[in-house]
């Protein structure tokens, strides 16, 4: 099946830094990608869409400034997290949509812990 | 927003047990898939229906579609402890375009003891 990865795998940082995840599609193009947050034994919470070449929609609530959304190939979109805080620390997954049937291919998921 | 309500949330059963997740909505959607994910990982795929009533078997994994397209379930037989893990349902919306949505259910913790 298709490969999606994420990198870092597990970020730890400074309260007020700003932290970037990136997510690759490793074996075909997506010019739709998703972010998602988690929190433990909970499902995921959608935070935006990442559109190639366009700006990412987000979800009410989902502070743009805060969590900003780059999608610069079809293969590849960011989420960076701007002065993080220690209630940003989360378990953050994307997601790239292969294909007609709507099927989405996950990250292997990104912990981010601010101290 | 359209809702889909899992249940249960939480299952613990023995080896053994036959156990059935639940996914209901009263909108309907143009696929729904159900996912599977372990703690610390990104959640994997096991299946995506589209047509109402369908059918779907994955071994001991038995999954239907809904013929309104507004429900399905997961039926699990003989569970084993392999099986534990978190259960995603997941509707799909908006056809294959730019406005696709995924709405997740709350997913099922599902514990089986040996």
């Known amino acids: 099946g298709a490969v999606v990865s994420q990198h870092p795998s597990r970020v730890i940082c400074k309260s007020g830094t700003s932290v970037k995840i990136e997510c690759r599609s490793l074996d075909f193009q997506a010019t739709t990608m998703f972010w998602y947050r988690q929190f433990p034994k909970q499902s995921l919470m959608l935070m935006a869409t990442?559109?190639?070449?366009?700006?990412?929609?987000?979800e009410q609530g989902v502070e743009k400034d805060k969590f900003l959304i780059n999608h610069a190939s079809l293969t590849l979109s960011t989420l960076t997290v701007t002065s993080a805080h220690p209630e940003d620390s989360s378990f953050y997954i994307c997601s790239a949509k292969a294909g007609n049937t709507g099927e989405l291919f996950f990250g292997e998921g990104s912990r981010l812990t601010v101290l | 927003t359209q809702l889909l309500e899992q249940s249960p949330q939480f299952l613990s059963i023995q080896e053994g047990e036959n156990l059935t997740v639940y996914c209901n909505s009263s909108s309907v959607f143009s696929s729904l898939q159900w996912y599977r994910q372990e703690p610390g990982e990104g959640p994997v795929l096991l299946v995506t229906?589209?047509?109402?009533?369908e059918v779907k078997k994955l071994k001991r994994l038995t999954f239907q579609f809904g013929d309104a397209r507004k429900d399905s379930s997961l039926h699990i037989t003989a569970a084993q402890p392999g099986d534990t893990g978190l259960y995603l349902c997941a509707g799909g919306r908006g056809g294959g375009g730019s406005n696709y949505k995924l709405t997740f259910g709350k997913g099922t913790l599902l514990t089986v003891n040996p």
């Open positions: 229906v589209v047509t109402g009533g």
């Open positions: 990442s559109n190639e070449g366009s700006k990412a929609t987000y």
